[in-house]
């Protein structure tokens, strides 16, 4: 058996919010509260968790949900009993090839040769990617899902 199913998910958070900014970031500090109550975050997780949510659900507000307000976010959070985070991120979008995007993404750091001299726009994916442990998919390519082990205090 993988050693995944055996691990007990406790589900922080499940809701579908409008793809307004104010309101996804009241809930990412909704969901920061609920994890570090649950697993007390050190200041570098609690930062990059941030991080991911509010580039994922940049991209799912801006690219996704086409600034719509009227279209929804599907958000969910789980932490595992091994305290691996798990967060899910859904729009209403066509979707997209993350690996494609990520695969181009890539050529251009190594050429810029850091993250962060890439220009200005363009860097969400890769820092999500950075972050994380996994990054992956669903068919369609309107939901991402990332993995990340939180550390042990
Ligand atoms: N949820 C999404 N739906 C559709 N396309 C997406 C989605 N997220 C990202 N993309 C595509 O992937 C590209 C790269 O995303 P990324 O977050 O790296 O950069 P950006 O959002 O364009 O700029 P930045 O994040 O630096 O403000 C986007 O420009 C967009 O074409
Ligand atoms: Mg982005």
């Known amino acids: 058996m993988?050693?995944?199913?055996?691990?007990?998910?406790?589900?922080?958070?499940?809701?579908?919010?409008?793809?307004?900014?104010?309101?996804?970031?009241?809930?990412?500090?909704?969901?920061?509260?609920?994890?570090?109550?649950?697993s007390h975050l050190s200041d570098d997780d609690q930062f990059d968790v941030k991080v991911i949510l509010s580039e994922l659900l940049q991209n799912a507000i801006r690219h996704g949900n086409d600034m719509d307000q009227a279209k929804m976010i599907a958000l969910d959070v789980t932490l595992d009993d091994q305290d691996t985070l798990e967060i899910?991120?859904?729009?209403?979008?066509?979707?997209?090839?993350?690996?494609?995007v990520l695969s181009q993404?890539?050529?251009?750091?190594?050429?810029?040769?850091?993250?962060?001299?890439?220009?200005?726009?363009?860097?969400g994916l890769l820092i999500i990617e950075s972050l994380c442990d996994t990054v992956c998919r669903n068919d369609r390519g309107n939901r991402i899902t990332i993995r990340k082990q939180m550390q042990h205090l």
């Open 105 to 123: 993404k890539r050529v251009k750091s190594v050429e810029a040769e850091d993250v962060f001299a890439l220009d200005e726009f363009g860097r």
């Open 88 to 100: 899910s991120v859904q729009d209403e979008g066509l979707g997209f090839d993350i690996e494609r």
């Open 2 to 38: 993988e050693t995944r199913e055996a691990c007990f998910d406790r589900r922080l958070y499940s809701r579908r919010i409008n793809s307004d900014a104010a309101a996804v970031c009241r809930e990412v500090n909704v969901i920061l509260d609920r994890i570090d109550r649950l």
